[in-house]
């Protein structure tokens, strides 16, 4: 069985200001797969960024990264230069179809 | 736009009915998934199909049932609906049915049961 956990339901951040949102997992698979989606007021669910267990070097896609720990089965998410379009709920999965429960994030002007 | 579509937007509907929430993939996906979302929960995965085939059964209720037709479409049926499948229904899709494999997601179906 595989979980996700999402210890922070809500974080906020200020304008420009760097935050990272948790992630722990649970899998008994060997190589598997890791994401965050966000997802807007709209409720529109949008993939932010993907990690392979496999790879070591960290997933980047622009002010987006994460911090995965392989052994400590962590997967955070940073978001550098935050802006207000950041905010919205934050989702981390594993394998895609096990979701955490969500971090509210708030960006402050 | 992801490429998915979902019909109806919303959907209100009295306790007892059957509703049945109708997911269009991308073009060349072969999976659909199912997913609930709860007033301020996360994510309940409630099945996922490959080509036609299930693939996997996630927290699905007996009165709910699903299926991918053919040309890939697939439906979401509710029964007896309770005032606790009130949430936002999304479907997804993806190229094929690995676990690697971007999802991408629907508008989603808003099913308020009075």
């Known amino acids: 069985a595989q979980t996700v956990t999402q210890s922070q339901p809500e974080m906020s951040v200020q304008e420009a200001e760097t935050v990272t949102l948790s992630c722990t997992y649970d899998?008994?698979?060997?190589?598997?797969?890791l994401f965050w989606y966000k997802q807007p007021p709209s409720r529109q669910m949008i993939l932010v960024i993907r990690?392979?267990?496999?790879?070591?070097q960290n997933a980047t896609e622009n002010r987006f990264s994460v911090n995965f720990q392989k052994a400590a089965k962590s997967f955070s998410l940073k978001i550098s230069d935050s802006q207000l379009g950041d905010a919205a709920m934050y989702f981390c999965?594993?394998?895609?179809?096990?979701f955490g429960a969500g971090t509210r994030l708030t960006v402050k002007p | 736009d992801s490429g998915v579509t979902q019909t109806p937007k919303h959907l209100i509907t009295a306790t007892g009915q059957r509703v049945t929430l109708r997911c269009s993939p991308r073009?060349?996906?072969?999976?659909v998934y199912w997913y609930q979302q709860s007033l301020d929960q996360g994510l309940q995965f409630l099945i996922h199909?490959?080509?036609?085939?299930?693939?996997a059964k996630g927290n699905i209720l007996e009165r709910f049932s699903a299926q991918q037709f053919p040309d890939l479409h697939s439906e979401l049926n509710l029964s007896s609906l309770e005032l606790g499948d009130s949430a936002l229904y999304f479907c997804?899709?993806?190229?094929?049915?690995?676990?690697?494999?971007?999802?991408?997601f629907g508008p989603g179906t808003r099913l308020t049961v009075l």
């Open positions: 997804a899709s993806s190229e094929a049915g690995l676990s690697y494999n971007e999802q991408f």
């Open positions: 899998t008994s698979e060997s190589d598997y797969y």
């Open positions: 990690q392979e267990a496999y790879k070591q």
């Open positions: 999965a594993c394998n895609d179809m096990r």
């Open positions: 073009s060349g996906d072969l999976s």
């Open positions: 199909y490959y080509n036609g085939e299930e693939r």
